[in-house]
């Protein structure tokens, strides 16, 4: 099915004009211009129509940020009661009604342990700047100076503003494992590569020689987005919370793609219980408009007057579509409407992947949904001896029966070796999808996750239709019909 509107010559040739522009005038940095040129003109909840008359489900939601899909009557009725009002639109970090009910709104949805102490700080207006005032607001409660941050980890671009202003940003950055079962670095999955990934965490920790002295704080994404929809397993965020609150180190939850109800839970931690001593906010809360905020408990607040300032912390549109948004999602229940429709998406999705070998894995929480496109021609191969017999000594499925070590010769090797990720076959697929009709995103390590972020009211017969037109891209992907197109599409 490829859905094609009556587009007048005119309405095409203007979209190819805008489109030749952009292509001749904007930085060869864009992104998601070059894979999805299409120009929207008008959109409303999960549709954008183009300039050629075409009409899209946008799955890619401005990369999570529509919570309630584009337009929503609540955020353009926020939006516009504060216009109307002759409210001043910009006042750096001034107290306003409009903000007092942001913040209010903002408290009430907190995890509880947090909510009762918590402070906040308004930012710079990207999901950047609030990790970067995070870094900073740790690193002057600990005076200490190392950041721990995982592999897969997306946290935003900004990297020495603060240095060129002569702040102190030698952020020093240590890698740990962050747990995935289809890629497990350890080549066991589940809960035993989940255990190894904290265990390797704490011994780098606990090891005076191992390279890594006390951080200032620990960052990690309850599900990484960017990194390819991978949810950390509940068991492993307590872990985390364990390790780090044993060794005083500040756990930083990023929540900027996670939060406001996307995965199930209005925050992401919900799911395991977990307090953090620090949240970074954006996108959804500014309701469609640039907004973020860091979130800490009061016994971090250490900064002097003026040691995190930025001229865009007092944007008032954004903070009353924002607070229409938190209170919206509250009040009907859209977190759960998030997980239900999120968990069906994600099982009918998974009967792709016995149809077709290109679908290698499905994942996800909540409507943050990832499909991972594999190269069917090729084998993942075995994993090489020294790890498999390694782990092998680790109870656990490696070792073949559970909690039976001593069966370590028994152990199959390179139980986990997936094939390798297929970036062009993903570039395919999502292709084929816009060619019926649908945005998605691309992310994951090798570029070959499919990514679904659909907004949080979506309905179950707008799911299906999302969910067809995609099974349709990744069947004609499969029949060999989009690589060969690919050669002859200009990119970007
Ligand atoms: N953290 C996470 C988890 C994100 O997904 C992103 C953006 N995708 C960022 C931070 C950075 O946000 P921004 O692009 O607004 O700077």
Not at 255 to 280: C, I, K, L, N, Y
Not at 357 to 373: K, Q, S, T
Request: glycine share 12%; with cysteine.
């Amino acid at each position: 099915m490829t859905v094609t509107e009556p587009v007048s010559g005119g309405a095409r040739g203007a979209h190819e004009g805008i489109l030749r522009r952009q292509s001749a005038r904007e930085s060869a940095a864009r992104t998601y211009a070059r894979a999805l040129p299409i120009v929207p003109v008008r959109a409303r909840g999960l549709t954008i129509e183009g300039a050629d008359g075409r009409r899209y489900l946008d799955c890619l939601s401005g990369a999570g940020t529509l919570a309630l899909g584009h337009n929503h009557p609540v955020v353009l009725d926020a939006i516009r009661k504060v216009l109307d009002s002759g409210a001043p639109l910009s006042v750096l970090d001034l107290a306003t009604p409009v903000k007092d009910a942001f913040v209010t709104e903002l408290f009430r949805t907190l995890p509880p342990g947090l909510a009762d102490r918590a402070r906040v700080q308004f930012c710079g207006p990207a999901g950047t700047d609030a990790v970067e005032a995070a870094f900073k607001l740790v690193r002057a409660a600990t005076g200490r100076s190392g950041i721990l941050a995982f592999t897969g980890a997306y946290h935003g671009m900004t990297t020495g503003a603060l240095a060129a202003s002569g702040g102190a940003c030698d952020v020093r950055v240590a890698r740990l494992p962050y747990p995935q079962d289809y890629r497990c670095p350890f080549g066991v999955g589940g809960p035993r590569g989940a255990e190894l990934a904290a265990r390797w965490t704490e011994y780098v920790l606990d090891d005076p020689k191992s390279g890594v002295p006390l951080p200032a704080g620990m960052i990690l994404e309850p599900v990484q987005g960017e990194g390819g929809v991978i949810p950390a397993p509940d068991d492993w965020m307590r872990r985390m919370r364990q390790i780090t609150a044993a060794r005083s180190i500040p756990l930083i939850a990023d929540e900027v793609q996670t939060g406001v109800g996307r995965t199930g839970t209005f925050w992401a931690v919900e799911h395991s219980g977990v307090t953090p001593d620090v949240m970074v906010l954006s996108k959804a809360i500014g309701g469609s408009l640039p907004l973020a905020v860091v979130v800490y408990r009061d016994d971090l607040d250490v900064w002097e007057p003026g040691a995190h300032a930025g001229t865009f912390r007092g944007n008032q549109l954004a903070m009353a579509a924002g607070a229409a948004t938190l209170a919206h999602v509250r009040e009907n229940g859209l977190a759960a409407h998030a997980a239900r429709v999120g968990a069906r998406m994600l099982s009918q999705l998974k009967a792709l992947k016995g149809e077709f070998a290109c679908v290698g894995d499905v994942r996800g929480r909540g409507l943050m949904i990832g499909v991972e496109v594999v190269d069917p021609e090729r084998d993942g191969g075995t994993a090489p001896d020294g790890p498999g017999e390694a782990l092998a000594a680790v109870p656990g499925p490696a070792a073949g029966p559970e909690g039976d070590p001593a069966t370590p010769k028994a152990a199959p090797r390179g139980p986990r070796t997936p094939r390798p990720a297929a970036p062009e076959r993903a570039a395919a697929v999502q292709r084929e999808c816009l060619r019926r009709g649908l945005i998605v995103e691309l992310g994951g390590r090798h570029a070959s996750v499919v990514r679904l972020l659909p907004p949080l009211t979506i309905s179950d017969e707008q799911a299906t239709a999302v969910l067809d037109r995609l099974a349709d891209a990744v069947a004609a992907v499969d029949r060999g019909v989009s690589p060969a197109q690919e050669a002859r599409t200009p990119r970007g």
